[in-house]
């Protein structure tokens, strides 16, 4: 007798197509830029937060811009560009991308919520069990992924790697930004006022016409974006929240004979400028905090701080690859032939490097207690470091393993 041919199974981390791989090298592209630049950025605020001319970083972050202080600026306004890209990317992603078909996002998606949920928790855990219920407010601080230094990491480290490890991480910082999003609109909008609000939601509306319309000229969109920007961060919602909101309500499919859409070409315009200016201005703004041996002593005695550091570096892998296998074993689905777990492995461990979204999120959390907000970003950055340093121990291996295996991945050019 014959036997049945066995249906083949759905495969966990699939390949991506060839337009997404364009889009996939573009992003590795820009975002390894900007986690250069990043990395720069970071290294002076910390020289120049912890040299003798201290007190000028501390006066130029005050510094009043019309209405609101430089650090403001950079969180409130350059981080808005930020995520307006982001919310083009999830847009995009949604749309025409590999989030798309939810069997086929099924496991990077829930390896993404397991690489925000489990840190939070652990976060929750470490800061419980040492009785300090002031620290909660800081449960999200470990939650996010900064896809600007881990695709740098991958870029320099995981050449040779097969791209579809590429296509996990990017879709795991997509993700990662989703819930970020969601995080800030829920729970770091402290008061509501209705007014500025409606108005908003109202720029907001016509905005949506102005697409479905058609209109093309910025000598509309520009003022309109500024507007919608402005009355957000009045209404005491994060203005970060109104880049969002215009980048999912931006057009993502070309017309007949068009050649790319508004979120396209909007996307390859501003993703230099997010990348390569509004992120590592934020980083010089945000990272310079103190790192002698008092500040470092005080650090790990603090409850939230450890914490912190757990969720990045232990929190993150474990919700990642938790995630992925867990969901992979129980829909059955097979890992691609092209990879193994450890490689998976080494992207939830890559994935601990949380810094930009770390960084605003212990803002948000400790802005009423400046020394504790400095030691928890001082914990994020060293925890981040941690994370890339075993990540890149990893990717090495696995990088030998898979030449040694014959395995020359073409998505890697």
Known sequence: MGTEREAPRRLSFPVPSRHELAVLATVLRQESVGGALLLVATVAALVWANSPWHESYTHAREFTIGPLSAEAWATDGLLAIFFYVAGLELKRELVTGSLRQLSRALVPVVAAVGGMAVPALVFTAVVLASGDRDGLRGWAVPMATDIAFALGVLAVAGS????????????????????????IALFFTESLHLVPL?????????????Q???VRTPLVYVPLAIAIWWFTHESGVHATIAGVALGLLTRVRPDPGEEHSPAERLEHRLRPWSAGVAVPLFALAAAGVPVTPDALAAMVSDPAAVASFVGLVVGK????????????RLTHASLNPDL?????????????IGFTMCLLFAELAFEADPARMARVKAAVMIGSVTAALLAVVLLRFRRVRHQAAGNDETSDS
């Open 160 to 183: 040779g790697l097969p791209g579809a490890l590429r296509a996990l991480l990017l879709t795991l910082a997509i993700v990662d930004d989703l819930g970020a999003i969601i995080v």
């Open 198 to 210: 409606g108005l908003a939601l109202a720029l907001l509306a016509g905005y949506a016409v102005l």
């Open 212 to 214: 479905h319309r058609r």
């Open 317 to 328: 892998a474990i919700g990642v690859f938790g995630g992925a296998w867990l969901t992979a």
């Open 340 to 352: 193994s777990w450890a490689d998976v492995v080494a992207i939830a461990l890559l994935a601990g």
